[in-house]
């Protein structure tokens, strides 16, 4: 049972009870979750069930960590992965097998596994987002709005810089916005990333920047004639999507089997 209130320093205030499992809790993100969650960050009854390890890593922490992500389902009212795309599509299926809620921070998934995703989601509620953050979520609304009004005539790319271990590239993020600004123009996804030549009418380009320790930034920028508009967001550290994440588990604990994103977390 959870809820949301209201103190007279006008912040929410979450009440609620839940254990949540971490899948892959040694990761980038995860491992912010773990220390959200040991901190108390999210009341006194949001604790942590425990996470999941590769097998033959280290086990010497002080919770409960297991190489087998079916034991944290059963452990667990409410799982978060950000593992890999080969690993969310197996944990997909586990979700769906004890119908507890998913959330999903991984990129990388092919369509055929974000199909995957929609099945399993009529068997348990399964929140998937590329990326968790507030402002990003926002982007995706602008772009989407931006691209709508703006018309076909004005030609759209996508520029995006990740720290230097980021396997996927575009990003997922990135994709999103993609996909963002296409369902604006009631079109097609077809991204250009590897250009040649002329640009071609309608063409939603991307470009990637990969190194050091940055957190995420994605500029949106859509050309005219004599113009451009831009849409940006910067990522100063991951902790904002490990709050993010954290947020939109707690929502998803309540609703029915489906499918979600964070804009319907956040209500736009």
Known sequence: MSRLATDSTGAEDITTEAKIGVLGCTGRVSHLIVQELKARHWGPNVTLAGGTVKPGYPKETDFYVTE??????????????????????????????????????????????????????????????????????????????????LGPEWDIEIAETHHKHKVDAPSGTALALGKAAASGRNSAFSPIINREGERKSGDIGFSVQRGGDVAGEHNVTFFAEGERLELGHKAGNRALFAKGALRAALWLKDQPYGLYSMRDVLGF
């Not at 034991?71 to 097998?97: G, N």
Request: glycine share 4%.
């Open 68 to 149: 087998d992500p079916d034991d944290l389902f059963e452990r667990s009212d409410i799982v978060i992965d950000f593992t890999t795309a080969d690993a969310s599509a197996k944990h997909i299926w586990l979700a769906a097998k004890h119908h507890k809620p998913y959330v999903i921070g991984t990129t990388g998934l092919t369509d055929a596994q974000e199909q995957e995703i929609n099945d399993a989601a009529k068997e348990a509620p399964i929140l998937y987002a590329t990326n968790m953050s507030l402002g990003v979520n926002m982007l995706l609304a602008l772009v989407e709005q931006a691209a709508a009004k």
